[in-house]
Structure formats: structure tokens, C-alpha cells
T-cell receptor, first 115, second 114 residues
Framework: GENVEQHPSTLSVQEGDSAVIKCTYSDSASNYFPWYKQELGKRPQLIIDIRSNVGEKKDQRIAVTLNKTAKHFSLHITETQPEDSAVYFCAASPHSGGGADGLTFGKGTHLIIQP | NAGVTQTPKFQVLKTGQSMTLQCAQDMNHEYMSWYRQDPGMGLRLIHYSVGAGITDQGEVPNGYNVSRSTTEDFPLRLLSAAPSQTSVYFC?????????????FGEGSRLTVL
């Protein structure tokens, strides 16, 4: 099955600086790569996603890049703010063929924004 | 719309007891799934369903049972609880098969097995 590695496990940045979280995946047939944000005690929520026919996608201060050849994708947050403090999860959808295996998640990155 | 509703939010069980975590969605999503979240382990898929009457195993299915008799409901049953099943459980649904679209999560159910 799919295997998703996520780094770093903890990231501390100064408010206003940029943050980058990186993920690699193993299944070359994966074609959907979402990022979820989970605030303390809350449910995960989708913040941005990218499909394999696109190399980069931006939404205000967040962007995701995808390198299918190297099988890695990254989340970029610019001008970080205190409300960006949370755990971020990357995920990849495995090759489904005729079925549906669900998303495989990375282990998460705890992003800490220092005032 | 209420979205995805999970009950109970908290539960304490003794080893060997059984229980059912309820999950319901009102978005007419065909795809539903259960994940467990443990510290440092991310979200791991337990079981999923692509429609009423169809279920399949995920990454960590042992000790859990599911059924999907309606589009709306997807309960998760713990047959004989073990301390290793202490976790936070999330139900999630999606409008696209294979979860290749946004997953909508419930608020989570924190289970402690003594």
C-alpha cells in the first residue's frame, strides 16, 4: 500500500516568517494530495489540495507544490500568524483502480508560531 | 446541514466490553470511513465504505467491525475492547469515491479502555 513520510515532526517559526512542511509518498499511481489542519482538540479540516496534473496551487498565504518525478509534495505558509499554530497532515490517495482505499496520512507536523 | 455527527464524544470501557461508535452524515455522501488517531501516528484508516451494503478494511481493521445499511449511517463496533484500542476515533465522509475529494470529519470520539 501507500506510505507517506512527513517532515519535520515539529516546526517552530517566528511570526511573520515562512514555514515549509515536506512529504514523500511511495505509490507512483497516487494522484490526489490534500493537506489538513488540526487545531488542538478539534477535527482535521482541509486547507488545500492538489492533483497530479498540476505542479503548484496557491490560496492566499498557503501554497502546495508537487513533484511527481521525485514523489514529493510540500506545503508553504507565508507571513505566518498565531492562528497558523496547529498540527498539519499531508495525505495521498493510493491507486484505486476499481476500488477505493481511502487516504493515507503522514504522521503530522506540529507547527508553532513564536510571537 | 449538521455535517458528520459522531456519538459518544467520550467513553470509558473495561477490557473485554463491547460498544458501538455511531456516525451519521446528512450530505448524501457515498464514501464514509473511520480513522483512529494516536499521538505521533497520524490518522490511520480502520474501515471504509463506498456505499450502502459495501464495506472494506483499511490499514488497522483488527478488533473492529462495521456495517453500512443506509447511506447516512456507518457505525463502528468494538467487539471486545483492549487497552490498545484507547484512541481518538474520527468518522469522515466524502462525496468522491476513494476519498479523492475533501474529507469531512466528525468531532471525534475519545475512547479509553482500562
Amino acid at each position: 500500500g501507500e506510505n507517506v513520510e512527513q517532515h519535520p515532526s515539529t516546526l517552530s517559526v517566528q511570526e511573520g516568517d515562512s514555514a515549509v512542511i515536506k512529504c514523500t509518498y511511495s505509490d507512483s499511481a497516487s494522484n490526489y494530495f490534500p493537506w489538513y489542519k488540526q487545531e488542538l482538540g478539534k477535527r482535521p479540516q482541509l486547507i488545500i489540495d492538489i492533483r497530479s496534473n498540476v505542479g503548484e496551487k496557491k490560496d492566499q498565504r498557503i501554497a502546495v507544490t508537487l513533484n511527481k518525478t521525485a514523489k514529493h509534495f510540500s506545503l508553504h505558509i507565508t507571513e505566518t500568524q498565531p492562528e497558523d499554530s496547529a498540527v498539519y497532515f499531508c495525505a495521498a490517495s493510493p491507486h484505486s483502480g476499481g476500488g477505493a482505499d481511502g487516504l493515507t496520512f503522514g504522521k503530522g507536523t506540529h507547527l508553532i508560531i513564536q510571537p | 446541514n449538521a455535517g458528520v455527527t459522531q456519538t459518544p464524544k467520550f467513553q470509558v470501557l473495561k477490557t473485554g466490553q463491547s460498544m458501538t461508535l455511531q456516525c451519521a452524515q446528512d450530505m448524501n455522501h457515498e464514501y464514509m470511513s473511520w480513522y483512529r488517531q494516536d499521538p505521533g501516528m497520524g490518522l490511520r484508516l480502520i474501515h471504509y465504505s463506498v456505499g450502502a451494503g459495501i464495506t472494506d478494511q483499511g490499514e488497522v481493521p483488527n478488533g473492529y467491525n462495521v456495517s453500512r445499511s443506509t447511506t447516512e449511517d456507518f457505525p463502528l463496533r468494538l467487539l471486545s475492547a483492549a487497552p490498545s484500542q484507547t484512541s481518538v476515533y474520527f468518522c469522515a465522509s466524502s462525496y468522491l469515491e476513494g476519498a479523492a475529494g475533501e474529507l469531512f470529519f466528525g468531532e471525534g470520539s475519545r475512547l479509553t479502555v482500562l
